[in-house]
């Protein structure tokens, strides 16, 4: 069965903190991504980073930075320096493209980090 | 380019009324999916479609039907409106499936009374 978790389900932080969400995807297929979308307060899902299974390396964008480790099924996320506008709810999700009827993600409960001014 | 649009954006029913969402998406994508967003559940997926006239279910389809007939609009209804379909509805819709990443249309907060 496929799943993804994340146990962090509210998060406060203050301004110019770094603060770390995290994501542990359960699969047994070999081929698999995994991805993180951003819901701020007016409520539209954003992308943020798409990763393939093949492809452990981190990923840095700007403040944002991703380590994907395999050996621990995890997918973390890393804001370095918070602002208010990271105030958001963060998802975790893993998508299964070649299984037969699984063109959906599967989606971890959310993330709700407030960043404080 | 609007990406993905759903109306309406805001609906309230009465238990037992029926109502169709509609979702369109301007940029050709063969995949268009409905999810509910619920407090505490993340997103589950309730039909998706991987192209024009199909159509398949997903985690939580009971109670909704949906109509592709066309490639950019994904209709999600409701038959007999019932309160446990109070959500937030998301329509969404990718290029090549799991393989990319999903555009999400601004969703549709439904409260059934």
């Known amino acids: 069965a496929q799943k993804v978790t994340q146990a962090q389900t509210e998060i406060s932080v203050v301004e110019k903190e770094d603060v770390t969400l995290d994501c542990v995807y359960e699969t047994r297929d070999t081929t698999y991504y995994l991805f993180w979308y951003k819901q701020p307060p007016s409520g539209e899902l954003v992308f943020l980073i798409r990763?393939?299974?093949?492809?452990?390396q981190n990923e840095i964008s700007g403040r944002y930075s991703w380590n994907f480790q395999k050996s621990t099924s995890s997918f973390n996320f890393t804001i370095t320096a918070s602002q208010v506008v990271d105030s958001a709810v963060y998802f975790c999700a893993l998508t299964l493209p070649y299984q037969t009827g699984a063109n959906n993600l599967f989606f971890g409960t959310g993330t709700r980090l407030t960043v404080i001014p | 380019n609007a990406g993905v649009t759903q109306t309406p954006k805001f609906r309230v029913l009465k238990t037992g009324q029926s109502m169709t969402l509609l979702c369109a998406q301007d940029m050709n994508h063969e995949y268009m999916y409905w999810y509910r967003q619920d407090p505490g559940m993340g997103l589950r997926l309730i039909h998706y479609s991987v192209g024009e006239g199909t159509t398949a279910k997903g985690e939580v389809p009971d109670g909704y039907n949906v109509s592709r007939l066309k490639k950019q609009n994904f209709l999600l209804g409701l038959e007999s409106a019932a309160p446990s379909q109070t959500s937030v509805y998301f329509c969404a819709s990718s290029y090549q499936g799991g393989r990319d990443r999903a555009f999400f249309g601004q969703g549709t907060r439904l409260t059934v009374v």
């Open positions: 990763r393939n299974s093949f492809d452990e």
